[in-house]
């Protein structure tokens, strides 16, 4: 896999034609997660070259007591299966973008979900870091390569170095740390690209 840029990169999400292009080389399948209402949903639909696959639906009064709507009330829908979706990078690196379900009771499809994956894209929201420890267990236990975003919420708080971020949530200092909006194409990209640029600078005996 070759390095790239956000500036090498067609940015029109949604509107590529369903085919995979000539150029495609390597298919990798990606991992975007996170904690409930991070906005992975919104990461995916940003990117994606073609029509992104949704599976979200309404918040209901039924499902108060185990989804933890503190500072997402704003949030009226939720994935219950997964969000998909594809961008194709320069050198025919085609990524195959799996959204999972933030919430502790779809914790079973975890395994299913990350199966095949080379990596995954960690979404943090700084205004509840700690909503992100869950997940970050998960992937660590799984075992795979990963790089953390911080989606900029506008009133996430600013003051904090990311030295304290990277503490806070106990990284390693070869993991990448970034931040994004999931709204906007070229920031998501980057954030992606990290990713990839992450796996690709691995010892060859841990790819």
Same mark, same amino acid.
Request: net charge negative; with cysteine.
């Given at each position: ?16 034609g369903?085919?995979?292009?000539d150029?495609?080389?390597d ?17 995916? @639909?940003? *990117?994606? %070259?073609?029509?992104p ?6 918040? #209901?009064?039924?499902? $108060? =007591?185990?989804?933890d709507?503190?500072?997402?009330r ?14 194709s ?8 973008l799996f959204?999972?379900?933030?919430q502790?009771?779809?914790?079973s499809l ?19 870091i700690?909503a992100?420890?869950?997940?970050? @267990?998960? *992937?660590? %236990?799984?075992?795979?390569p990963?790089?953390?975003a911080?989606? #900029?919420?506008?009133? $996430? =708080?600013r003051?904090?170095?990311p ?13 990448p740390?970034?931040?994004?909006d ?8 980057d954030?992606?690209?990290a ?8 010892p060859?005996?841990?790819?």
């Amino acid at each position: 896999m070759a390095s790239a840029t956000s500036s090498t990169v067609d940015t029109t999400a949604g509107g590529g034609g369903i085919h995979l292009p000539d150029t495609a080389r390597d298919l990798v399948k990606i991992l975007v997660t996170g904690p409930f209402g991070v906005g992975k949903t919104t990461l995916i @639909g940003s *990117v994606s %070259e073609i029509r992104p696959l949704h599976t979200e639906e309404q918040l #209901t009064e039924a499902s $108060a =007591p185990v989804d933890d709507l503190a500072g997402v009330r704003d949030k009226s829908t939720t994935t219950v299966a997964i969000d998909f979706g594809r961008i194709s990078l320069p050198g025919g690196i085609v990524l195959y973008l799996f959204g999972t379900p933030g919430q502790e009771r779809f914790r079973s499809l975890w395994d299913d979900i990350a199966h095949g994956a080379l990596g995954a894209l960690v979404l943090v929201d700084a205004r509840r870091i700690d909503a992100s420890f869950d997940v970050l @267990g998960l *992937v660590e %236990e799984s075992g795979l390569p990963y790089a953390v975003a911080f989606n #900029t919420f506008p009133d $996430a =708080p600013r003051h904090h170095t990311p030295e304290q971020l990277r503490a806070a949530l106990d990284l390693e200092p070869t993991t990448p740390m970034v931040t994004c909006d999931a709204r906007e194409a070229d920031s998501s990209i980057d954030s992606l690209l990290a990713l990839v640029q992450h796996l690709i600078d691995r010892p060859a005996e841990h790819r």
